[in-house]
T-cell receptor, first 111, second 110 residues
Framework: DAGVIQSPRHEVTEMGQEVTLRCKPI?????LFWYRQTMMRGLELLIY????????DSGMPEDRFSAKMPNASFSTLKIQPSEPRDSAVYFC?????????FGPGTRLTVT | DAKTTQPNSMESNEEEPVHLPCNHS???????IHWYRQLPSQGPEYVIH???SNVNNRMASLAIAEDRKSSTLILHRATLRDAAVYYC???????????FGAGTILRVKS
């Protein structure tokens, strides 16, 4: 398996633009997680899904953020409109047993 | 979520053992102790986990105190590639959330 795949790896956008981050989990895993990492706040869980259903979105910072998982092999995290404070590395992870497997991350820069 | 306390940073010499401590005095009976590490410019990766007994795998060993209020991750022979941030996390038996703290920055000197 190729592991968790995220795209794009880097994204630079202007404030006010819509940003969509994509994730393909490991096949067979039934949990998917979205995290955000910044120097100030460290690694934070934003939302997670079980069998494509959102279970806990308490970490989503505000209504500008939304996440979907239309099927077992694909998830998106959307920010609309984006703001400079959204600049961070966003990680997707999937889990089938006790171990979470993280993707390489998407580095988002909002200018 | 139960909390863990780790030193901010540690330093080791290459080829020597490293003992990374973690305190978790509020651990409950069903909390598992998980360790992840994050290499530079990468996502975190699983290292090891345990409940009560000491555990060994190809990457490391986990020593858990008898009262479970602390644990130690042991890297038997540190290499330069082990330089990373190491996170000690408590995982509820039926939970699914990893709550990452600040972790310990491990520096390995050649």
């Amino acid at each position: 398996d190729a592991g968790v795949i995220q795209s794009p790896r880097h994204e630079v956008t202007e404030m006010g633009q819509e940003v969509t981050l994509r994730c393909k989990p490991i096949s067979g895993h039934d949990y998917l997680f979205w995290y955000r990492q910044t120097m100030m706040r460290g690694l934070e869980l934003l939302i997670y899904f079980n069998n494509n259903v959102p279970i806990d979105d308490s970490g989503m910072p505000e209504d500008r953020f939304s996440a979907k998982m239309p099927n077992a092999s694909f998830s998106t995290l959307k920010i609309q409109p984006s703001e400079p404070r959204d600049s961070a590395v966003y990680f997707c992870a999937s889990k089938g047993g006790y171990e979470q497997y993280f993707g390489p991350g998407t580095r988002l820069t909002v200018t | 979520d139960a909390k863990t306390t780790q030193p901010n940073s540690m330093e080791s010499n290459e080829e020597e053992p490293v003992h990374l401590p973690c305190n978790h005095s509020t651990i409950s009976g069903t909390d598992y102790i998980h360790w992840y590490r994050q290499l530079p410019s990468q996502g975190p990766e699983y290292v090891i986990h345990g409940l009560t007994s000491n555990v060994n795998n190809r990457m490391a060993s986990l020593a858990i105190a008898e009262d479970r209020k602390s644990s130690t991750l042991i890297l038997h022979r540190a290499t330069l590639r082990d330089a990373a941030v190491y996170y000690c996390i408590l995982w509820e038996e039926y939970g699914n959330k990893l709550v990452f703290g600040a972790g310990t920055i491990l520096r390995v000197k050649s």
